[in-house]
């Protein structure tokens, strides 16, 4: 059974500290990779998505994939009260669905 | 401003009753998934169609759920008999699978959910 794993959190950081979010993944053949943020009462938003091996980056946030690991990673920088959310980490492989892990709970402290 | 749509975003029923969900993928979007999210089990996939043909239902309780598309632009989650551990909020989400080699959906787009409660 394909698994996606996350730390449940919460992880509480100070604004402008990093936040930092990991994920693990259970399928080897798994390509796609996706962090999402959940606000509470809301549905997932795709924040980031990576396909090689290395990091990525876009504005506050760096996503980096390590397959060989079976590792993703997403880094938040100067966090701010405003990304307090869970973060879902997502993997999905050729033609399969996408499994979600449990979400990690962010709390940015003012 | 395209999005997913679904409804009712809220329902609230009795133990034993039908339940329907539908959504409105987005247009030109040839798969769907939905999913069911609780506090305790996260997101749980329960079916996924593409191109209106349904993928995988491992995930649903074929016993009393049933998943359809009837047209490109529809798909419904039925729920017959109602039970409460079925509370949760079902989310439908759309994407594009790519053509070729590279056949995987890229980003999901959610629908707001709905919220079912069974009394």
């Known amino acids: 059974q394909k698994e996606v794993e996350q730390n449940s959190g919460p992880l509480s950081v100070p604004e402008g500290a990093i936040a930092s979010l990991n994920c693990t993944y259970s399928?080897?053949?798994?390509?796609?990779f996706f962090w999402y943020r959940q606000y509470s009462g809301k549905s997932p938003e795709l924040i980031m998505s990576?396909?090689?091996?290395g990091d990525k980056e876009d504005g506050r946030f760096t996503a980096q994939l390590n397959k060989a690991s079976q590792y993703v990673s997403l880094l938040i920088r100067d966090s701010q009260p405003s990304d307090s959310a869970t973060y879902l980490c997502?993997?999905?492989?050729?033609?399969?669905?996408?499994?979600f892990g449990p979400g990690t709970r962010l709390s940015v402290l003012p | 401003d395209a999005r997913v749509t679904q409804t009712p975003r809220d329902k609230v029923t009795e133990m034993g009753q039908e339940v329907t969900m539908r959504c409105q993928p987005i247009?030109?979007?040839?798969?769907v998934f939905w999913y069911r999210q609780t506090m305790m089990q996260g997101l749980e996939l329960l079916a996924y169609?593409?191109?209106?043909?349904?993928?995988?239902d491992s995930g649903m309780p074929k016993d009393r759920f049933s998943a359809e598309m009837p047209d490109a632009t529809l798909a419904t989650l039925k729920i017959q008999p109602s039970e409460p551990r079925d509370s949760a909020v079902y989310f439908c989400?759309?994407?594009?699978?790519?053509?070729?080699?590279?056949?995987?959906?890229?980003?999901?787009?959610f629908g707001e959910g709905s919220r079912l409660t069974v009394l």
């Open positions: 989400a759309s994407g594009l699978a790519g053509q070729g080699m590279h056949r995987s959906v890229g980003e999901l787009f």
């Open positions: 399928d080897r053949g798994s390509q796609s």
């Open positions: 990576i396909y090689s091996n």
């Open positions: 997502a993997v999905n492989d050729y033609g399969q669905n996408f499994v």
């Open positions: 247009l030109g979007h040839n798969t």
């Open positions: 169609f593409r191109n209106r043909a349904p993928l995988d």
